[in-house]
């Protein structure tokens, strides 16, 4: 298993941007595929963006397209999401993730394929 904690979170005016990182620990964090994740209040967890093991491939959610921007460093242990152009309803808790499997080259977009979470960081974007 891998740890995780989140960092970069704030308060921000509709336009912004902010980039959120993920620090990991654990020998094997790069044969981890990565995701961030994201829950405002009253609402499901929903996905936000992946990359796999490799860096090589990844996924975002139609709201988030061509806005965010999800990026990793092996050597660091670290995954970035970088977020421009926020908007309000971009407002929750943002999660990052790691795969329950090593070494895979499909993206995950669903909650039950990652084993591991970190606390969360908040993110409020004002109108």
């Known amino acids: 298993q891998v740890q995780l904690v989140e960092s970069g979170g704030g308060l921000v005016q509709a336009g912004d941007s902010l980039r959120l990182s993920c620090a990991a620990s654990?020998?094997?964090?790069?044969?981890?595929?990565m995701g961030w994740f994201r829950q405002a209040p009253g609402k499901e967890r929903e996905f936000v963006a992946t990359?796999?093991?490799?860096?090589?491939?990844?996924f975002y959610a139609d709201s988030v397209k061509g806005r965010f921007t999800i990026s990793r460093d092996n050597a660091k242990k670290m995954v970035y999401l970088q977020m421009n152009s926020l908007k309000p309803e971009d407002t929750a808790v943002y999660y990052c993730?790691?795969?329950?499997?090593?070494?895979?080259?499909?993206?995950?977009?669903?909650?039950?394929?990652?084993?591991?979470w970190g606390q969360g960081t908040q993110v409020t974007v004002s109108s």
């Open positions: 990359i796999t093991w490799s860096g090589g491939n990844t």
């Open positions: 993730a790691a795969s329950r499997l090593l070494y895979y080259s499909g993206t995950y977009t669903r909650r039950q394929e990652y084993g591991s």
């Open positions: 654990g020998r094997t964090f790069s044969g981890y595929g």
